[in-house]
């Protein structure tokens, strides 16, 4: 019983938050559809009408250059010695021929030549030859000025013609008149290929050029005023486009437009366009259709989704219940494999302490080995030396061998101390080593092996001592350990040559070099047990003890192939300055 009550109180706690979010949705989307259209309403008509005062500016232009170009005319034609024979000889036989030919120059709608009486003997238009304009303003304001007079004529068809005309005068006296019509007609048929309703008006506002034929000759109350009742529909329409706020300066046809007036710099006439909102409310209007479809589109997708939540949430719950099933086996299985690798890893790490225990006996003694052959080969060979001295009764050279012998037990001391103190080597235990002595002390360590070989030695030592920071003991055991391979590498040479060069400079550098058969694997040259010689001659330790000596020093040994056969060992060193040296360059 109580779970059948709570399920529907739980329905009902979620369908309150539901109807919240709709009616929250539906109420945003009326506010951002009446933004959009207030913003963009505003936005387009600024725009349209911007681009309708940049129209009237150009019409306004091609207006005035128009009548600047046939003002020019009548200046022009009043000097033509043709003409004014003519005007006196009265013989007019060439004169309309001539102005056909000007015609086509200047691009005029027609030419008239007048005598004193106002006749029209020669024009253009070969039909208007004869007639009589004694009374026409043209003529006789054109008689009484000075210069070139414009003249506005209303013609009978309904129209307006716009003339320039000026006297003709010989020995002072006027002898006639010319007449230049201009064409504005064009103008007006070019302004009709647009939307925009077109009117010039002249000083009395009398509106004179219009794209609207019936327009002409009112004024523009007037010609605002006839047209037909608007009917019901276009005060509908009206009423449709007055919603949206558009700031309407006129109706034309039932239809809002916005009202564009320019001056035009001629004789007080102006100029005014009507623009459709056509293209705004088109615009507009689109961008809503988009807004209002992406919130229909929205409601749908919530409509699909909560219809889907009821079944998805069913699927969910099945499918989680399979999963878990499933994982409750996999974590079985993870289980018991993870006691088994257990198991395994406790024999896998008692395995590896056993091998890491031998591994390190083994080293131990591979060290320890390597390092005393050097002097038990060297005190055998002392032995020998003094047993032969003996011999020969030389007892005080034998002695110096037993001394030699002596300074190789110690020194066969000193290197078993230091292989139990490699693990807590310190900087306080070393001490200014000269480096060229500890040279001398390897070569003379080194020379009787040198000698059972007869190499060919060269070294190159400095003047005076050569300091640095380090164990002396430790660093002639680098020095006999690259003497060593050196001599080891120059078997197979037939004149062995090994070369030892010891220079002081912001660093200490003792080069070794020989002429053997050179380094092969260069990469593995430093690691432990990697050796080229056959068993029994050497373990591979010499190179990595000298290594971490070198590097206990703060240095490094390095190692090349020389260009010219052989190998080159390089060991840089810092150079030791005692206190008072490094104060005084401070």
Sequence with gaps: MNETTAEPLSRNNLRWPMRTAFAVLVVLAVVVVFVTNQFLTQRFTETTRNRAEVRSTLYVGNLISELQRASIVPQLLVRDPALISALNSSDYTQSTQRLMSFVEEIDAASLILLDRDGRTVAATDRNRLGEIHRSAPYFVDALRASGTVFNVTELDSGGYQFAYSRKLEDSGSAIGAIVVTVDLATLERSWAGIADAVFVSDSEGRIILSTEPRWRGLTEAEALTRQSAPSAIERAIRVTQDWSALPVDAYLRGEAVMRNETRVPFRGWKMVTFTTYASV????????????????????GIFWLLSRKAASRILFFQRESAELRQLNRQLQRAIAERDKMEKSLEVAEQTLAQSSKLAALGEMSAAVSHELNQPLAAMKTYLAGARLLMNRKR???????????????????????????YARKGAEQFEPVDARAAVLSALSMMEPQLKARSVNLTRT??????????????????????????????????????????????????????????????????????TTKQPGDGVGLGLAISSGIVSDFGGRLTARNAADGGAVFEVQLPIWKDREELDAAE
């Design 281 to 300: 409310r088109e615009r507009v209007n689109g961008v809503l259709a988009l807004e209002i479809m992406g919130f229909a589109i929205l409601l749908a």
């Design 395 to 421: 007892n005080e050279e034998a002695l110096a061998s037993f001394q030699r012998i002596d300074d190789l037990i110690e020194r066969m001391g000193a290197i078993t101390r230091q292989l139990k103190s």
């Design 461 to 530: 030592l400095p003047g005076d001592p050569v300091l640095i920071l380090g164990d002396r003991l430790r660093l002639e055991q680098v020095i006999i350990n690259l003497l060593r391979n050196a001599l080891d590498a120059t078997k197979t040479s037939k004149e062995p040559q090994i070369d030892i060069l010891l220079a002081a400079g912001d660093t200490v550098r003792l080069t070794v070099r020989d002429n053997g058969d050179g380094i092969e694997d260069l990469d593995a040259l430093f690691e432990p047990f990697y």
